[in-house]
């Protein structure tokens, strides 16, 4: 069976320090690997992703994620942050099943707050 | 170009009642997938519907049950609402059954009360 924990429910940074989310993966297989953030009352929006090409994974707003197997670990990270950034995060992991996708298995989520 | 609308944006219902939630996917998508987010929790996954047929289901009670019709919309119907339903159910689409290119959509927040 496929997880994910996310390490911190609540993460806090200064403005323009650098932010790092961790996400540690359990899956048999090799996985898909995704982060989502989610603004208050707003849907999920896709940051990056990682479907098994270059493990250095770069996605919007100057977020980066580096897929590491031996460590099982897909840590999401940006080296300076806006308070624009504030936000829940959300890292999720899939496999491929026969032609398709299997469903996303999302980790609890990390709060990032950002302080002036 | 519309992204994924859901409607409606909130609901109150009582314990027992039954409730109709629904999705238009994004234009040029034919997948809908249903999720289902708890407060202070991560999203899961309730099904998934292509071809106008269940393709895939999670961990959800029978209580839970969709349909998607001829022009790819979903709806996610809920039958004897529990209090533990209450949350954010929230609507993904993509293209061909396939899950790294899903567009969400805002989400019903749904309250049992």
């Known amino acids: 069976a496929q997880s994910v924990t996310q390490l911190g429910s609540h993460v806090s940074v200064s403005e323009g320090a650098l932010v790092l989310l961790r996400c540690n993966y359990s899956?048999?297989?090799?996985?898909?690997l995704f982060w989502y953030v989610q603004y208050p009352n707003q849907g999920l929006q896709l940051l990056l992703k990682?479907?098994?090409?270059?493990?250095l994974v770069k996605g919007i707003n100057g977020f980066e994620a580096e897929f590491k197997k031996s460590e099982t670990s897909f840590h999401l990270t940006k080296p300076s942050a806006h308070m624009s950034d504030a936000a829940e995060y959300f890292c999720?992991?899939?496999?491929?099943?026969?032609?398709?996708?299997?469903?996303?298995?999302f980790g609890k989520g990390t709060k990032l707050s950002v302080k002036p | 170009d519309a992204g994924v609308t859901q409607s409606p944006t909130h609901l109150i219902k009582t314990r027992g009642q039954q409730v109709t939630l629904r999705c238009s996917p994004k234009?040029?998508?034919?997948?809908v997938s249903w999720y289902q987010q708890a407060l202070g929790q991560g999203p899961q996954f309730i099904f998934q519907?292509?071809?106008?047929?269940?393709?895939q289901r999670g961990n959800f009670p029978d209580r839970f049950s969709g349909h998607q019709f001829p022009n790819y919309s979903s709806e996610l119907n809920v039958n004897a609402l529990w209090l533990g339903d209450s949350a954010l159910y929230l609507c993904?689409?993509?293209?061909?059954?396939?899950?790294?290119?899903?567009?969400f959509g805002s989400g019903t927040r749904l309250t049992v009360v």
């Open positions: 234009s040029g998508h034919d997948t």
């Open positions: 990682y479907t098994s090409a270059a493990t």
């Open positions: 519907y292509y071809e106008e047929e269940e393709r």
């Open positions: 999720a992991v899939s496999t491929p099943r026969g032609g398709s996708q299997g469903n996303l298995i």
């Open positions: 993904a689409s993509s293209w061909r059954a396939q899950n790294y290119g899903y567009t």
């Open positions: 899956s048999s297989v090799p996985p898909y």
